[in-house]
């Protein structure tokens, strides 16, 4: 990250960090790179699709990935706000919680139940014991032990697939669109993987900010009281999230190949694009590493280029919209029982995500709250 930032502070929008490697920071270059389907389709180095999808890999993910729109395109915000409360309710409170593992907790059932139209208590312990042994996995024990745990994720999904009887599922609407059942099980283990880890660290880091956000707790709390039912029309906690994804990218960097040249870059060049740095550069955003939802409320659009929490181009999350929407539900329900106090800072990470590593908060029943 540090060599990073050194190559964007040099004032050029693209630079050749190593042989054949080119860091992309310059907006109208990262926003027209990414989003050019020719140059840019093929992704390197990241870890999504993580499934083996056969030789013609890349076509069969695209053709899922316009196939799955029904199921994304509804997020399925009373189910995710049920979800939510019920995890929520069974948090002690007062207690010193680990952010990061709550934020897993809720996400990862909101995200199986949007996915399967239906709840499942397997499939999330097992995608995260899978990605908690990915990153573990430098010995051969290690590797062996994430072949077990990908070989029980994936006969668990089969499993699914094979029994379920939710019409509005990913595996019924793939199914239904003629893909066989290799195919849906690697699709259903692809949004599984992908909308765990990452979208929990968007969660964690919120947190985290409302925690040493006093002032904009309060308003986003009282925002979500006012509104009790499942909605996730909550201007404030939606503008927390965005502020939150500005700050705290989970992806942040991203690579691509170029299947074809463009302009000075030869085909096969390797782009680096950091949304971390393009968030916060100086010349784009006023107080670039402050905190401050509230940029984010009335007509406020970044320029392009300037905010890619999702990525952009043929590429970009599938997910990102229902993906908001359920975070600002599963926010406002942590916000109506519990207040959230700092305890451990976090040690902000930048391996395979940027995440707020060994982050502990203390939490407080919102009904206990002496009135004023
Ligand atoms: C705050 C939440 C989320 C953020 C910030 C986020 C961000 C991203 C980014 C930046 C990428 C592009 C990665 C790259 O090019 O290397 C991506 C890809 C992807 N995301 Fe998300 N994501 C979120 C939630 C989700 C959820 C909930 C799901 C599934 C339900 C999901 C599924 C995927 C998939 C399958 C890809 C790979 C797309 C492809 O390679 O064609 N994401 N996401």
Sequence with gaps: ML????????????????????????????????????ATTAR?????????????????????????????AVPGIAAAADQARRIVAGTPAPGEVDAVALSVRLVSAVTARHLLGEPSDVLPPLVERELVLAGRARSPLGRLRLRHAQRATRTAILAHVRNTS????????????????????SAVRTMLLSGHHVPATALAWALHELATHPDVQRDARAEALAHAGPTADLPLCRAVLRETLRLHPPVWR????????????????????????????????????????RRWTGDFRPAPGTYLPFALGPRTCPA?????????????AVLRAHHLDPHRAPVPTFDVLHAPRRLRLRLRPVAAEPRT
């Design 3 to 38: 060599r990073w930032s050194a190559a964007a502070r040099s004032g050029d929008g693209i630079v050749e960090v190593e042989p054949g490697v080119w860091l992309v920071t310059d907006p109208g270059e990262t926003e027209r790179l990414l989003a050019s389907r020719d």
């Design 44 to 72: 390197t180095g990241g870890r999504t699709p993580p499934t083996s999808w056969g030789p013609d890999g890349l076509a069969t993910w695209m053709a899922v990935r316009s196939a799955m729109r029904p199921v994304l």
């Design 166 to 185: 939710s019409p509005d599922g990913l595996p019924a609407v793939l199914a239904e669109r003629g893909f066989d059942e290799h195919t849906v099980t």
């Design 254 to 293: 991203l690579r691509r190949r170029l299947v074809a040249p463009v302009r000075d870059l030869p085909a096969g060049a390797d782009l680096l694009f950091s949304p971390y740095l393009n968030h916060r550069a100086p010349d784009r955003w006023s107080e670039p590493s402050r905190f401050r939802p």
């Design 320 to 332: 990102a919209r229902p993906a908001l929407a359920q975070l600002t539900v599963v926010l406002a």
